[in-house]
Every structure is written in C-alpha cells, then in structure tokens.
C-alpha cells in the first residue's frame, strides 16, 4: 500500500500522503479537547501548533522514502476500511451467490463483526 508519494508519520502511526497528512494536521489543531475514558470526562490535549505539524510534514517528505511496519492496531484499522471500502462487491458478490439483497447485507455485518472482534479480542473476552 504505501508509495513513493506517500510517508510514514510516527505521530499517526501510519503512512500518509501530503493532502492525509493537511487533513490529520487540521483535525489535531482544531480539537481542543478528546474523551479519557479513564476520567470519563473531555481534557485538553496538547498538540503541538499547526505550523510545528507543518515542518514535521515537510520534513518527512523532504527524506527519502523509508518503509516501516505498521502496528497490529493500525493495521487492523486499515484491514478494516479495505473492507468496509469494498461493502458494495460484497454485497453484490453474495447477491449473485443466490442471496436476497437482505441476506447480502446481514452477511456482510456478521464478516464486518468477526473482523472487529479478530482486530479487539480482548474487549470481547471481557464483555463475554
């Protein structure tokens, strides 16, 4: 997946291309708070300015490209918008297997959930 035009950015822990990357910069700058869960309340987060983002940026592509491993999580992250990305030829490939458009949908939402909780056993392990 990733490419010459693309970058691994340590701050996502993914390979991002120069339009992702303005995109992650602008999320991160224009949040000023997120959820801890642990507190069960929002709390500010510090993230550096939109301009330190910028340079992290450009220095990243400025290098040349170097391959990196992605984590588990994020890997199973991106496993997971490929699929999800490919909901429609899913669908139609069960559809052309005999299946009811319905039926097509449903088997689509238990492979979408097997895949979820393949990606977060341990958050099904503990609900069970």
């Known amino acids: ?11 996502v822990g ?21 959820l801890d869960e642990d ?3 929002f709390v500010t987060q510090s ?3 939109a301009k330190f983002l910028q340079n992290e940026v450009e ?6 490209f ?7 999580d994020n890997q199973a992250i991106l496993d997971l918008m490929t699929f999800e990305g490919n909901r429609k030829k899913f669908i139609k490939e069960k ?18 959930d097997l895949k979820v909780k393949a990606a977060m056993p341990e958050k099904f392990d503990e609900e069970e």
């Open 1 to 11: 997946m990733p490419t010459s035009e693309m970058r691994y950015w340590e701050r």
């Open 14 to 34: 993914l390979y991002v291309d120069r339009k992702m990357a303005d995109e992650f910069i602008e999320r991160m700058v224009g949040h000023g708070s997120v």
């Open 39 to 41: 507190l069960e309340e």
């Open 47 to 49: 993230v550096p300015d």
């Open 59 to 64: 220095a990243l592509f400025e290098a040349p």
């Open 66 to 72: 170097e391959e990196k491993e992605l984590s588990t």
């Open 95 to 112: 559809k052309a297997d005999g299946m009811t458009l319905e039926e097509a949908k449903e088997a689509y939402k238990e492979a979408l």
